[in-house]
């Protein structure tokens, strides 16, 4: 009681200060109510959004395996990676080109997974069309090391993966499927040649559906 009629008597003493400390009080308790309802809100639907979208990751061959061919590598005469390149069988040179793969098995079992919704098995590789001429700009590197544009025009990097309708840049919509349809891992069984090209590269080169 003896706190209550202090609390008066100050209040009649200086009524404006008090109505004015009375509404900061009043501003910043609505101000903390109102955020902690926006963050009570945002925790909610980012559950909802999570539950949707999803984590997204990679298998890709450890760094530390690819350093441990390079160390190797090196560590060779050039008289002996000549040696090794004109012995090399047909198994040998596939065994060459693929050893910085994936293994499809561990690929299909990954892929097996209940968590696992969606999935591409994605390839990437420069390959020369001496027909075609690229109209990408020159990488860093390139110009790093003083290579002539020429050099470098009928190169094209090209990615090949299982499903282009479940590829993250359709699905982000940065990439716009303009004529034709997505290939399927139907085409890569039945070893169907289905390739999807950008439409600036199309146009300069005259390519069409069915080239």
């Known amino acids: 009681m003896r706190d209550i009629s202090r609390g008066l008597k100050s209040f009649a003493r200086r009524p404006l200060a008090s109505l004015l400390l009375v509404f900061l009080l009043a501003v910043c308790l609505t101000f903390a109510l109102t955020m902690l309802a926006v963050r009570m809100s945002a925790e909610d639907r980012l559950e909802e959004v999570k539950s949707r979208v999803g984590n997204y990751g990679e298998l890709r061959v450890s760094s530390s395996y690819r350093m441990q061919v390079f160390e190797e590598e090196r560590a060779k005469s050039q008289a002996q990676r ?16 693929t050893r910085f793969l994936v293994p499809e098995d561990i690929a299909d079992s990954f892929s097996a997974l209940p968590e696992v919704s969606a999935y591409d098995k994605v390839i990437t590789a420069q390959i020369k069309f001496p027909e075609l001429t ?13 290579i002539q544009a020429q050099s470098y025009a009928n190169y094209f990097l ?14 982000g919509g940065y990439k716009r499927l303009v004529e034709g349809s997505f ?9 169907n040649p289905v390739a999807m090209v950008e439409k600036s ?3 300069e080169n005259g390519l069409g559906l069915g080239d």
């Open 183 to 191: 290939f399927t891992y139907a085409d890569h069984l039945n070893s």
């Open 134 to 146: 690229n109209s990408e700009i020159m990488s860093l590197e390139a110009l790093r090391r003083g």
């Open 158 to 171: 090209v990615e090949g993966n299982t499903d282009g309708a479940s590829a993250a840049d359709f699905a």
């Open 82 to 97: 000549s040696r090794e390149a004109r012995t090399m069988g047909e198994e040998e040179m596939q065994a060459e080109r």
């Open 201 to 203: 590269v199309a146009e």
